[in-house]
């Protein structure tokens, strides 16, 4: 592999010329003279690479040889470290040839990483989502692809899928250690790589369940049909006290018997109580069934969060 050592000395003054003469040249693919650094492999460890884009296949680490499942001694926690760029975010240049690196995921220009047995999380510095233990990466099995920018592109729709196959040749399939899956594993959308509810001066935390948009609709029409029923009522009697204030007002003397008067009160107040009550149970059910997450159209999504 040819590559080329940039004078980086505090005294060197040609150092930005230098950079910008190779910037130049290579041009239609051909060879370009520029540093590259060198990696720093562990016994384990089988790269190829071109320049500085590199396949590794070795054991989980995330940077030195002491780190990851494979730097702590661990069995069954291969790896594929898929990088170019390494060393990239140093200064924006990556280091000579006589610099030897470790894996950096902070520093490395853009990498697709599996494997076996890690804790992606912990490496990569992810927030903590929901469900805590349940979602945990350790020991796990993973994927992670990181970049400035990782765009999904597909033709005919994507899906993002969660839990186990649908069929898993007739049997209940287990993750990466054999284990049960459990419960039906989230989906999380954590912008700005923060869910930290104690730094919040607010009651509702930060990572929120989606809001199912059908049983929104649903709840908003009920919602809306009640409010029109109350309105309606309200416009009735106000029209009702405006005719029966008229009428009284024009009395000299009653027309019943203030006993009569008495019962006819009753009466009208017995069934607005028993209406009111009627109402105030299907509100109390209306709420229960779309805004308690034991509601059967509950507008929230068990399984759905997002910041």
Request: glycine share 10%; with cysteine; charged share 20%.
């Amino acid at each position: 592999m040819t590559t080329y050592k940039v004078d980086k000395s505090p005294n060197s003054s040609n150092l930005k010329n230098e950079r910008e003469i190779l910037k130049s040249k290579g041009a239609s693919g051909a060879q370009q003279l520029e540093p590259v650094p060198n990696f720093n492999n562990t016994e384990r460890e089988t790269f190829i690479s071109t320049k500085n884009s590199w396949i590794v296949l070795g054991g989980d680490r995330s940077a030195s040889p002491l780190s990851g499942k494979a730097g702590q001694g661990s069995t069954q926690a291969s790896s594929i470290d898929l990088v170019v760029g390494r060393g990239a975010g140093i200064d924006g240049e990556p280091p000579d040839n006589d610099k030897k690196l470790d894996p950096n995921f902070f520093e490395d220009a853009a990498r697709i990483y599996i494997t076996q047995k890690g804790d992606v999380d912990t490496s990569f510095g992810i927030a903590e989502g929901v469900w805590g233990d349940f979602m945990t990466t350790d020991k796990k099995s993973a994927l992670v692809a990181k970049a400035d920018h990782v765009r999904l592109v597909a033709r005919e729709g994507i899906k993002l899928v969660t839990g186990k196959a649908k069929n898993a040749g007739g049997e209940s399939e287990k993750n990466s250690l054999g284990k049960e899956i459990g419960k039906v594993p989230p989906i999380q959308f954590i912008a700005g790589n923060y869910t930290d509810d104690s730094m919040v001066l607010q009651s509702n935390r930060i990572l929120q369940p989606l809001v199912k948009g059908e049983n929104l609709i649903e709840y908003l029409n009920e919602l809306q049909s009640f409010i029109g029923k109350v309105l309606g009522m309200v416009q009735s009697n106000t029209k009702d006290l405006a005719i029966c204030n008229g009428t009284l007002a024009g009395l000299t003397a009653p027309i019943l018997p203030v006993a009569a008067l008495h019962t006819a009160q009753a009466t009208f107040e017995g069934i607005r109580s028993f209406t009111m009550i009627a109402d105030q149970q299907n509100l109390t059910a209306l709420k229960v069934n779309y805004l308690e997450p034991v509601g059967s159209v509950y507008i929230n999504s068990g399984h759905v969060f997002t910041t």
